[in-house]
């Protein structure tokens, strides 16, 4: 076999012209995912069984099956549907674009409410009998106490997450999209050097995480700031 | 002067106050009033209801039948009444319950902003005059995992004033703390009673309870088995239930 060292350094700059897209999808669906995510937690925590059910069922269809079966539900699936074609989704729906970036929201949502629901949950249930007994509304006392604490307590596994959604996005190229990974494809069917260009993606995806473990550590610094040891 | 126009006024009132968690009858037909400027020391074993009862009055705990009156508000499930309340209503607790992530002075800010829409500088201002009255002015830039245990309880005390409540509720205050700052914290307890607080105490300190208290209750079982003053209650232990109790603690 020919390893060709040099070809694992000339594919990156090629590689790097589907990273705009790489990050559009992982910024878009990050942000749409964490509002999913903050309104499925709120559901869950409501105490309301009309409300807390259907977010369950929601977290459990969405955590419980492969993101590839639901990409290709939304892409394959839904545009078979008449009333779909004809109303606003289509929009969203007819560009793999759009069916990449709902499909990892989607999926990103619900894992993350279920982060978001064990942060609010690990507050001590103290602080907020501390906040109702200084007349705090309900409303304040989860803005101004629990919200804070529970960010904290979230923090590491929400990083987890937010690079977990990262390499999501190589999924996309199964629709025809050409991010990072779908221009490797390409390069790997013109050059027949799988392991080299492989090689390359890995070492950028390598380098976006390292930034992003970088990026939570400072924010969980600063959310520590009160924890004295 | 009349005598009738000097009776205490009753600010907290329980009648036929009944509280199950489930199947567990919690508080068994309470009866209790508390005067202004009354300073009442509830003690009994664990498990008696004391900190149901206390809780029952800013409605940390919802009671099942009966009446709470504090300050002329009945507690319903009206969320206008149990706020007025707990504006009037301070409330210390075992374990402190200090907000981590907010400083000495920002837990003393945050209620007074929020609650009273006071400007910064005055809810500031306010606190740090708190501060100085629990001897802890110079800690009112850091964080409660900065400070000893007694002094996070007096953080507490000071926080729990910045709403200026007309009635304090003590929920095992000095438990949670080590011997050696039992007393810094009973100090501050004891000048705010010579300030005329109204103050409803649960404790096993029995040394504070006799110097402080006006009235000391004895429950059990989720009754008041006995209610006296500090006197009568150490020298002369009505029931046998009380004595029993007292037997047991002032042994040691």
Request: charged share 20%; hydrophobic share 45%; proline share 4%.
């Amino acid at each position: 076999m020919n390893f060709d060292f040099s070809l694992i350094i000339s594919s990156i700059p090629q590689l790097l012209e589907g990273l705009g897209l790489t990050f559009q999808l992982w910024i878009f669906s990050g942000i749409f995912g964490l509002l999913l995510a903050i309104v499925l937690m709120l559901m869950r925590i409501s105490g309301k069984w009309y409300l807390s059910a259907p977010a369950m069922v929601y977290i459990y269809i969405f955590r419980g099956t492969p993101i590839l079966v639901q990409l290709f539900i939304i892409y394959h699936g839904l545009p078979q549907v008449e009333f779909i074609r004809e109303s606003f989704l289509w929009v969203v729906l007819r560009e793999p674009f759009g069916c990449g970036i709902l499909a990892l929201t989607l999926n990103t949502g619900a894992y993350v409410s279920e982060i978001l629901r064990g942060g609010v949950k690990g507050v001590p249930k103290g602080l907020g009998e501390a906040g109702a007994a200084l007349g705090l509304s309900k409303m304040h006392r989860f803005i101004y106490i629990t919200t804070p604490l529970a960010v904290r307590l979230a923090i590491p596994a929400y990083s987890n997450d937010v690079i977990s959604l990262m390499k999501s996005t190589a999924l996309v190229s199964t629709i025809t999209l050409l991010d990072m990974m779908g221009i490797a494809r390409v390069i790997v069917s013109e050059t027949y050097a799988p392991y080299e260009i492989f090689i390359s993606l890995m070492i950028i995806y390598l380098v976006i995480t390292w930034a992003t473990q970088k990026a939570f550590a400072l924010f969980e610094r600063r959310m520590s700031r009160h924890i004295i040891q | 002067m009349s005598l009738a126009n000097t009776a205490p006024k009753t600010v907290i009132s329980l009648q036929d106050v009944d509280k199950y968690f489930g199947e567990f009858h919690a508080l068994r037909k309470i009866n209790l009033t508390v005067a202004k400027g009354e300073r009442i020391v509830i003690c009994g074993p664990s498990g008696s209801g004391k900190s149901t009862l206390i809780r029952c009055i800013n409605r940390l705990e919802e009671h099942n039948s009966g009446k709470i009156i504090v300050d002329g508000h009945e507690l319903t499930d009206q969320v206008k009444d149990i706020d007025a309340v707990r504006r009037e209503v301070g409330m210390v607790f075992q374990n402190f319950n200090l907000f981590p992530h907010l400083t000495i002075v920002e837990n003393l800010m945050l209620a007074p902003r929020l609650v009273r829409k006071t400007a910064k500088a005055e809810a500031r201002k306010h606190a740090m005059t708190l501060l100085e009255r629990v001897r802890i002015p110079e800690q009112a830039d850091k964080y409660p995992s900065q400070l000893s245990g007694g002094q996070q309880q007096r953080v507490a005390i000071a926080r729990a004033l910045c709403m200026n409540p007309a009635i304090m509720l003590f929920d095992e205050p000095t438990s949670a703390l080590d011997p050696e700052m039992i007393n810094e914290v009973l100090e501050v307890m004891t000048d705010l009673a010579k300030e005329g607080m109204t103050m409803i105490c649960v404790t096993h300190e029995m040394g504070f309870a006799r110097s402080v208290a006006d009235t000391v209750v004895f429950m059990d079982a989720g009754e008041i088995v006995e209610r006296n003053t500090p006197e009568e209650f150490f020298k002369n232990p009505q029931e046998e239930r009380t004595q029993k109790f007292l037997k047991q603690i002032l042994s040691h």
